[in-house]
């Protein structure tokens, strides 16, 4: 094996759409086609068939996460036409000596995934020596989405054995470039191709990246961004519908409006609780919050206004992003012009008095959700959620993955002409009345 390989992993649900994606990806240089874990379960051994049978040229990789019953998992995969059968190295050795002895049988190659394996390292020394082909230093889905990275273990895996390692695990260009500058020779890349609006241009992309960090074996160090500065490069990407989707159709505040259309909000709480009209706390709030921090204002009424024009200028002048109340604003007029992004449940000409009340970064319940100092925000003209800060990062990057599935299947419909039950293929998966 010379040229680093670039490995598809076909993670969907769907065959025909697999079979068209991957098609786009060959094009776009891909060498190896993974059958995915769900794609299996959705469509069974059918679907090595069908992509063997359309792609006979290319190594087609059969995710069978097998655990158990290895050789009759193993032969099942290889008799549909896999290549090569992903097992887990989670499995007991007796589990493996049978799939790699089916695999001698008929012809495939073992690949052993390493996921949640407590000690990775020494478990891959010891299926070199039981005779796996490939070794996976593979994170999951849902590990990703908790900031966990393969690259941090892919040089000691690399190092530990002499059989061909493959990095897997969100990686775009940039990471698969670095998973080949730290002698990967397989890169398996799944939604940052699969589900992309353009297939081909993002295999491309990545094909182009593996290649040049393998010819000239020098890779430009990586953005040392802090996990703060991420989640807000993430927030901003992705709009609140597909955040709600990432937390399973969370509601957005209630009765909460944006006083200006067009502008979004995304940064972390600073809470504060007042009376109906008594706009103290929020203006000292101000001078408690920092740049890129966001005013989270709970009301006991909304007959008199907490906010208006001056505290807007001052907000400004701080860096702050923006402002959510439950409660009244005035000079929404003046508030319009300056282009600040405020939300608001009412707007009314009259302000109340500064009379001390309250309290500031507190626990408070603000449009009907539960906000903490330090949750983020994020509004649009769709509404404004709430995301807990402790999962702030998985969120982000979950959301990201939904705004990438719509994206692909926005293509699809325009530029295919096709619908949106035609795509999910709703019927077939609708219950039975």
């Known amino acids: 094996m010379e040229h680093p390989i670039l490995q598809v992993a076909l993670d969907l649900l769907e065959l025909k759409r697999a079979i068209e994606i991957a098609g786009e990806a060959i094009e776009g240089g891909a060498d190896w086609l993974e059958v995915g874990t769900p794609l299996i379960k959705s469509e069974g051994m059918n679907a090595v068939r069908e ?3 359309r ?42 000596e049978e799939a790699i002895r089916a695999a001698r049988k008929y012809g495939s190659e073992i690949m052993v995934d390493m996921i ?24 999951g889905i849902d590990q ?8 941090e273990l892919l040089s000691e895996m690399v190092n530990a054995v002499s059989i061909p390692v493959a990095g897997a695990g969100g990686l775009n260009a940039e990471k698969a470039a670095v998973c080949v500058s730290k002698g990967a020779k397989i890169v398996i890349v799944g939604s940052n191709i699969v589900k992309s609006r353009n297939v081909t241009e993002s295999a491309r992309k990545i094909r182009g990246a593996i290649d040049e960090a393998w010819k000239k074996g020098i890779i430009a160090e990586r953005d040392r961004k802090s996990v703060e500065d991420e989640i807000r490069e993430l927030f901003m990407e992705v709009s609140t519908p597909n955040i709600s989707d990432a937390m399973h159709r969370a509601k957005a505040m209630r009765e909460i409006y944006p ?20 706009w103290a706390k929020t203006v000292e709030a101000i001078d408690v919050a920092g740049k890129g921090d966001v005013l989270v204002i709970k009301c006991s009424g909304d ?3 907490v906010w208006g024009e001056l505290a807007t200028r001052s907000c400004i002048n701080k860096g702050i992003e923006g402002v959510i109340i439950d409660g009244a604003v005035r000079d929404v007029d003046d508030i319009r012009d300056l282009g600040y992004p ?6 009314v000409p009259n302000a109340g008095e500064p009379k001390g009340f309250g309290e500031i970064n507190v626990k408070i319940i603000c449009g009907g959700l539960e906000v903490n100092p330090g949750d983020w925000i994020v509004a649009d003209d769709n509404g404004v959620m709430v995301v807990p800060r402790q999962r702030a990062y998985e969120i982000a990057r979950r959301s990201l993955e939904v705004k990438k599935h719509e994206e692909r299947i926005r293509g699809e419909i ?12 709703l019927y077939k998966w609708e219950k039975v009345q």
């Open 116 to 139: 949640n394996v407590p000690d990775p390292v020494s478990r891959a020394k010891e299926l070199e020596e039981l005779g796996v082909d490939y070794i996976n230093c593979h994170i």
């Open 303 to 305: 007959t008199a206004a």
């Open 342 to 347: 405020l939300f608001a449940k009412r707007e």
């Open 55 to 96: 792609y006979r040229d290319h190594k087609i990789v059969a995710d069978m996460k097998t655990i158990d019953t290895g050789a009759v998992e193993v032969e099942m995969a290889a008799k549909s036409g896999a290549d090569i059968v992903i097992i887990l190295a989670a499995s007991d050795n007796p589990t493996i």
């Open 414 to 425: 325009e530029d295919r002409g096709r619908t949106l039950a035609d795509i999910v293929e």
């Open 51 to 53: 992509l063997k049978k």
């Open 144 to 151: 990703q989405m908790m900031g966990m990275d393969p690259i």
């Open 259 to 278: 006083i200006n259309r067009g502008k979004k909000i995304v940064g972390k709480a600073i809470t504060v609780n007042t009376m109906d009209g008594d």
